[in-house]
Antibody
Framework: QVQLVQSGAEMKKPGSSVKVSCKTSGGTFSSYTISWVRQAPGQGLEWMGRIIPIFGIPNYAQKFQGRLTITADKSTDTAYMELSSLRSEDTAVYYC??????????WGQGTLVTVSS | DIQMTQSPSSLSASVGDRVTITCRASQGIRNDLGWYQQKPGKAPKRLIYAASSLQSGVPSRFSGSGSGTEFTLTISNLQPEDFATYYCLQHNTYLSFGQGTKVEIK
């Protein structure tokens, strides 16, 4: 059974950075993409970027270029999302999700990141 | 970037109704589209993949159709547990979501 388990909730100050982890199990980590998606309170889903662990090369949505870093550790089957220069508008639930030939199939449970002074 | 336009943004329906939600892609995406259901506080759950294939374990009252730029999710015989928000998601080029459709009880 494929599982994506994310790290816990974070409370951050404006201007700081946050790093969220996503540990996968039950599948072949390197063969799939791992995307990061966020959802602000009461809003829709927004794709942030992705990585294909076997290649290690990330792709980012233009909105997050320069502030977002996605990495993958093949030795632990874990992906990471780091967002810097946080502002209040970054308060959201952040999800990791696995993508394959048929699309995005499994999701992490979500990580609430709250940005507040 | 591929834009996904989903409609309606919300709808009210009764148990037993048939409901249709539409997504339009800004360019052709073949059948690289899925439909997802999200309930408050939960991660999205995939209902349909490859535009029209039913995800294992999902009730057959959910169906999808379309290809290219026009896609539809239909829920026949709406059940109480189906009141939720639904999203389309294309994976032809990176990912992009529709804006969501909230299905509420009439």
């Amino acid at each position: 059974q494929v599982q994506l388990v994310q790290s816990g909730a974070e409370m951050k100050k404006p201007g700081s950075s946050v790093k969220v982890s996503c540990k996968t199990s039950g599948g072949t980590f390197s063969s799939y993409t791992i995307s990061w998606v966020r959802q602000a309170p009461g809003q829709g889903l927004e794709w942030m970027g992705r990585i294909i662990p076997i290649f290690g090369i990330p792709n980012y949505a233009q909105k997050f270029q320069g502030r977002l870093t996605i990495t993958a550790d093949k030795s632990t089957d874990t992906a990471y999302m780091e967002l810097s220069s946080l502002r209040s508008e970054d308060t959201a639930v952040y999800y990791c999700a696995r993508g394959g030939p048929t699309g995005t199939d499994f999701w992490g449970q979500g990580t609430l990141v709250t940005v507040s002074s | 970037d591929i834009q996904m336009t989903q409609s309606p943004s919300s709808l009210s329906a009764s148990v037993g109704d048939r409901v249709t939600i539409t997504c339009r892609a800004s360019q052709g995406i073949r059948n690289d589209l899925g439909w997802y259901q999200q309930k408050p506080g939960k991660a999205p759950k995939r209902l349909i993949y490859a535009a029209s294939s039913l995800q294992s374990g999902v009730p057959s009252r959910f169906s999808g159709s379309g290809s290219g730029t026009e896609f539809t999710l239909t829920i026949s015989n709406l059940q109480p547990e189906d009141f939720a928000t639904y999203y389309c998601l294309q994976h032809n080029t990176y990912l992009s979501f529709g804006q969501g459709t909230k299905v509420e009880i009439k």
